[in-house]
Nanobody
Framework: QVQVVESGGGLVQPGGSLRLSCAVS????????MGWYRQAPGKQRELVAR???????NYADSVKGRFTISRDSAKNTMYLQMNTLKPEDTAVYYC?????????WGQGTQVTVSS
């Protein structure tokens, strides 16, 4: 059984920063890739950033240059450093882990950017 738990969300003013964390635990050999997705009210869930096992990353155009994804494979943990946050970044952020061809999701963490 695999568990995915996000943390680090909250309320921040425009221009501020937040760091999200995602911890994956359970019985598995290795994680193929991990990613952050977000869903704003009334919108579909969208990719924010992904990082593969070899460290290759990709980002949504809307966050390039502001967000940085990283991963500690030894701890099965992933991070998302979010800088220069904008109101349009407000959403529930979800962690995704791909393990043995299966997708595992966390419960989500709320990020609200507002003055």
């Amino acid at each position: 059984q695999v568990q995915v738990v996000e943390s680090g969300g909250g309320l921040v003013q425009p221009g501020g920063s937040l760091r999200l964390s995602c911890a994956v635990s359970g019985s598995f050999f290795s994680i193929y890739s991990m990613g952050w997705y977000r869903q704003a009210p009334g919108k579909q869930r969208e990719l924010v950033a992904r990082i593969a096992n070899g460290g290759v990353t990709n980002y949504a155009d809307s966050v390039k240059g502001r967000f940085t994804i990283s991963r500690d494979s030894a701890k099965n943990t992933m991070y998302l450093q979010m800088n220069t946050l904008k109101p349009e970044d407000t959403a529930v952020y979800y962690c995704n882990a791909q393990i043995m061809g299966n997708n595992y999701w966390g419960q989500g963490t709320q990020v609200t950017v507002s003055s």
